[in-house]
Structure formats: structure tokens, C-alpha cells
């Protein structure tokens, strides 16, 4: 399977498991548009997704491409899966606090 297969099943397994818990918005968002810079997974206001699928990630990479693709508005989120592994939601911990403390602006 190449990667962009793996990567589009993992962010229809995401966006899948964000709509089992209640998100019903949540979908692939490349899909509609193909633009560089949307996020890989829609459907969580104030949320900027970076979806990982693999066995091997470069965190701060990933990282500071969900960072640059963000909206001003966004806090950006990497969510990152590998084989027979939970789901991970890797984040800033700044940003983590503005989401714990209710502060940050998000649907």
C-alpha cells in the first residue's frame, strides 16, 4: 500500500472514530478540496487536525506542519496512530492549558 492510500484510510478511520464520539461533522477534509494547507480531518471547530498514520513519526515535523497550516483562529493537533495502537492527540502545552482552563476560543 503507498502512502497516500494509508495516510486517506487513516483519516477516514479518524474521522470515523471522531464521529463515534459524537462529531458528527468530522470527515477527510482533502477530499473536498485538495488544497495544501486544510486540515487532513474537518469537523471540530477552533481544531486544526494533522491526521499520522504510521509506524514511525517525526513528532516536530508533523508538528510544525500542523503550526504553519493553522488558522490564525486554530489550534493545531496532531493526531497520530500506528498498527494495533490507540489514537494519540499531540498538541502544545500552551494551547492544552487554553483548552483545559476553557480559554481557548473553540466550537
Known sequence: MNSREKGARGE?????KLREHGYME???GQQYSGANGDPDVVGLPGIHIE???TERL???DAMAQAEHDARED???VVIH???HCKWLAIMDLNNFI???K????VG
Open 58 to 60: 517525526q513528532l516536530y
Open 12 to 16: 477516514r478511520a479518524l474521522a470515523k
Open 98 to 100: 487554553k483548552l483545559i
Open 51 to 53: 491526521c499520522k498514520y
Open 26 to 28: 468530522a470527515r477527510r
Open 81 to 83: 496512530k500506528r498498527n
Open 74 to 76: 486554530e489550534i493545531p
Open 102 to 105: 476553557g480559554e481557548a476560543d
